[in-house]
DNA sequence: TATTGTTATACTCTATAACTATA
DNA sequence: TATAGTTATAGAGTATAACAATA
């Protein structure tokens, strides 16, 4: 509550009577973000596993170097993700015999069963998200939105949630 | 690169060949959220500090706790952010003289100075993000966010960016 | 010597909880 | 005793840089 005795403010500082596109394309997509996170939080895993999950089953037998450069993130960020997956039989670590500095990372059957159990929960989180649309305005907006991603140069596949949050 | 000798992958583990919404919007909103961030620190300011800045500009006069409750932060990282602001003369802590545990909160000439230049870095920052669209598709763009955002009970002024990020 | 994966260290950010001053 | 603001401590998460193995 304001506090007794306080005068009331001039009117000059009132902020912008309606939000832009901008301000609620990062509110609403941080809140998205945040959402996401707590359903797949029930099948164990964090946004960051998520998103590396994904970018194996999208590219198989990258090397560790390859998919930090792909991903934008230092190296040794992905030891301590890829320990965890690993040790629940998500993820492989192959060596190549040809160069045996090298891991070829692929899923196993059971991250890809988890990969399977993922899209259904992207899906209902989609349906979520977009519930006050019709399904016209979806498409209309799913639309502009892709304009908006491929102007600026954001990878299809790969999204920013998984280093942040 | 792949690594040399392995075998490519079976067809099941292929991603969704078109985001949906939900991915669209946290993906572009993580993006405009890193682009204004950058654009604010030419004014030596944190997303952070500059959502403190609009919500003591909303609503002058409030208390510190009144504010944390609004903003939905511990009480004791308000005291931080407004040390930095108050010693750069942006705000102001004033004590009532009925209470005198009770800051009031208010901007100075300066912050309200600040607050209009981040208005104009906003401005440019919202035309930035929305320029692959046509001022028509902008308009549609933001009356179907506004719909998400108010069906999923975000509050207006208030973005969850001043604490991520 | 250069590169891959790993480990170790340090740093940033944030929340929790103790503390003080006022009531 | 209860509340506002502050300070102190600790934890999570991350990046930087040193390291061992292989080329």
Do not use: K
Not at 127 to 140: N, Y
């Amino acid at each position: 509550m304001a506090i007794p005795g306080d005068a009331r403010p001039p009117r000059d500082c009132a902020p912008p009577p309606t939000p832009g596109a901008a301000f609620l394309l990062t509110q609403i997509g941080s809140h998205a973000a945040a959402r996401f996170a707590e359903r797949i939080a029930e099948l164990d895993l964090t946004p960051p596993q998520t998103g590396l999950l994904r970018a194996v089953a999208v590219a198989p037998g990258q090397s560790q170097q390859a998919l930090a450069r792909l991903l934008g993130t230092p190296p040794s960020r992905l030891v301590a993700l890829l320990d965890g997956l690993d040790e629940r039989g998500l993820v492989e670590r192959r060596r190549n015999p040809d160069d045996r500095r090298l891991h070829a990372l692929h899923l196993t059957d059971a991250g890809h069963d988890l990969l399977r159990r993922i899209a259904e929960v992207g899906q209902a989180h989609d349906d979520a998200i977009c519930a006050a649309l019709s399904d016209e305005e979806r498409t209309t907006l799913t639309a502009l939105l892709a304009r908006i991603a491929a102007d600026h140069g954001l990878t299809p596949g790969v999204h920013p949630g998984y280093r942040h949050l």
